[in-house]
């Protein structure tokens, strides 16, 4: 007779903890992903869909059989110019069909996928070549230039080797620029035909050419615990750390993402969120390549070309960052586009608004999902149930997922509804930060046999077990001796009507410490006949004084990082910067 303890089990993923009672119905709490190299998704997936297209740019199909040959002739082109396994292989573009054969085709090649944010420029490209020692980059033609300067200002014998660059136009239709498929503003940048660099040290070649490379494929020897992605995270402090994500983590969070929205492989999604990313690699890339499903391809946003795309290709899933959302519904053009295909729509990055996830369930029957995940846990350690989500919140814990709320100080579980870091341990947990084993030990701890992750964010768990971000650890404001949390300030600053987007910041006071300042961008018919005296005002009505900006600053537009998130680090930088500044600077 099998034995029935009196006690709960030991607390893994998911067996007594409160979200159990929200569990989204029909998925399971813990997978058994494929245990193999990421390759196999694609190689999978273009022997059972020889005719289904893989992705869609600007109406340009490709089929997976298509992208198959596309990503064997990468691998066969890198392992000609001398390419190993474990080798960094750098990947710097926009979102576009070649990102997805290259980066399966360096995964072909047993070698390791570094992707550089587009918007780097090149005094910020060198540490991407020397961290990782990549002798190999894919650029697309426009940013190759920058990628060039930043090799030729390094040491001999740390610079590139081989760089292979590519035209996005050569992934559209040759009629692309005919009618208004093409953003009027993207026309230059689509279309200008660039000639190759030069590499100071190295080779250039073009697209076609590794195309035509018949050379033959290495053996794949890789497997789930060799190392597949190196993603880059900023953190608060140094230089960017290299985020060590083996096949496994990754396959984990792609296999997990299409059993948490009831994924097959007729889904269409908008790919929009960057594949440089995190989120847009795995629950975007990955997950559809597994699947076998349709990626409709964005390379930027813009709101009206989303609005077509969903129409025209009855897109029936869009993960997203907010913004790109609230921008859509406030398109002049809105009515002109049908988003009765869509039965997923979610995201993170930022909270979505409260009025606008209200519009989208009154008006197309749509729960906005939210999750939440960071570089280091291949996007969604949390994330909301599809059919029980709740506003402005994490969501529960993600499959396989065990998180806790924790005093950052002694380490301790706290109870219910107290603040504290959030902490997960799991099978989508990267393995450390690449050739920083101080910074490694620093974010891990073990408790009672797991290893904990600690995301530096800080947080608090209802009693239905949903988590709710209060701040990053770093962005706290101590104003007086009180604690201020800048998403709690800008949360409750999005209820006014004038208010488009804000963002919160510390700056120095010699009273206080610190004090408030609101960067705040307002609605198109607001400017003119709103205050920043009269945001001010409205604040202190609507939330503690010691909460309340004392400082207003209207802008335009709030600086984004490539992946749409609002850059409050360079905010915070330039107001310390400036308040340092000698008086007449």
């Not at 992903?33 to 190689?43: A, G, R, V």
């Not at 002109?336 to 409260?354: E, H, N, Q, T, W």
């Not at 989508?428 to 690449?434: A, E, H, Q």
Request: glycine share 8%; with cysteine; net charge neutral.
């Amino acid at each position: 007779m099998s034995h029935v303890p009196s006690e709960p089990r030991a607390r893994t993923a998911g067996d007594d903890r409160p979200h159990a009672r929200v569990w989204p119905a029909r998925v399971p709490r813990a997978i058994h992903p494929p245990q193999t190299s990421l390759w196999f998704n694609l190689e999978v997936s273009a022997r059972r869909y020889p005719h289904k297209p893989a992705t869609v740019f600007f109406d340009r199909v490709t089929t997976y059989p298509e992208l198959l040959h596309q990503a064997e002739r990468i691998a066969a082109w890198l392992a000609a110019c001398g390419v190993q396994r474990g080798d960094r292989v750098i990947l710097f573009l926009q979102n576009c069909p070649q990102f997805i054969a290259a980066y399966y085709g360096i995964l072909r090649a047993n070698a390791v996928v570094v992707p550089v944010n587009p918007m780097n420029k090149a005094d910020e490209l060198g540490h991407y070549i020397t961290d990782p020692q990549a002798r190999v980059a894919i650029a697309a033609a426009d940013l190759a230039p920058a990628l060039c300067a930043a090799d030729a200002a390094l040491p001999s014998g740390q610079r590139l080797h081989h760089l292979l660059v590519l035209h996005y136009r050569d992934a559209m239709p040759d009629d692309a620029f005919d009618g208004d498929a093409v953003p009027v503003a993207w026309r230059d940048w689509l279309g200008t035909r660039h000639p190759l660099p030069t590499l100071t040290e190295g080779r250039v070649a073009d697209w076609a050419e590794a195309m035509a490379c018949t050379a033959p494929l290495p053996p794949h020897v890789v497997g789930p615990d060799d190392l597949a992605v190196l993603p880059y995270t900023s953190g608060t402090t140094g230089l960017p750390k290299g985020c060590m994500h083996p096949h496994r983590t990754l396959m984990h969070n792609a296999v997990a993402a299409a059993v948490w929205t009831n994924g097959t492989a007729e889904n269409v999604g908008l790919l929009v969120v960057p594949m440089f990313h995190i989120t847009g690699m795995v629950a975007g890339m990955h997950t559809s390549v597994y699947l076998g499903a349709t990626s409709v391809i964005m390379p930027r946003w813009d709101r009206d070309l989303a609005g077509r795309l969903i129409s025209r290709w009855k897109v029936t899933h869009w993960t997203n960052i907010p913004t790109m959302v609230i921008d859509l519904l406030a398109s002049p053009h809105f009515d002109r586009y049908d988003l009765s295909s869509l039965i997923f729509i979610g995201g993170g990055g930022a909270a979505m608004p409260a009025a606008v996830a209200q519009r989208l369930y009154d008006q197309f029957g749509l729960r906005y999902v939210e999750g939440y995940g960071l570089t280091e846990t291949a996007a969604p350690s949390h994330h909301n149930p599809p059919d029980a989500p709740k506003a402005q919140c994490l969501g529960v814990p993600f499959i396989g997922c065990d998180a806790r709320i924790v005093d950052p100080e002694t380490l301790q579980e706290l109870p219910v509804g107290e603040a504290g870091e959030i902490v997960v341990s799991g099978p989508m947990v990267f393995d450390g930060y690449w050739q920083r084993p101080e910074a490694t030990a620093a974010v891990f701890f073990e408790r009672d046999g797991r290893r904990y992750f600690r995301t530096g964010d800080l947080g608090r768990r209802d009693e239905e077990g949903y988590f709710f971000i209060t701040d990053r650890l770093k962005r706290m404001i101590n104003a007086s001796g009180f604690k201020v949390w800048p998403a709690e300030v800008e949360a409750l600053m999005f209820r006014h009507p004038a208010i488009a987007e804000a963002c919160v910041i510390g700056v120095p006071d010699a009273y206080r410490g610190e004090t408030v300042k609101a960067v705040v961008v307002l609605r198109q018919q607001a400017r003119g006949t709103v205050s920043e005296a009269d945001i001010i005002a409205w604040c202190h009505e609507h939330m503690a004084a010691y909460k309340a900006p004392r400082i207003v600053e209207f802008v335009d537009a709030l600086p984004k990082s490539g992946s749409g998130k609002v850059m409050w680090r360079l905010l915070q930088e330039q107001a310390r910067a400036a308040a340092s500044a000698p008086v007449g600077a």
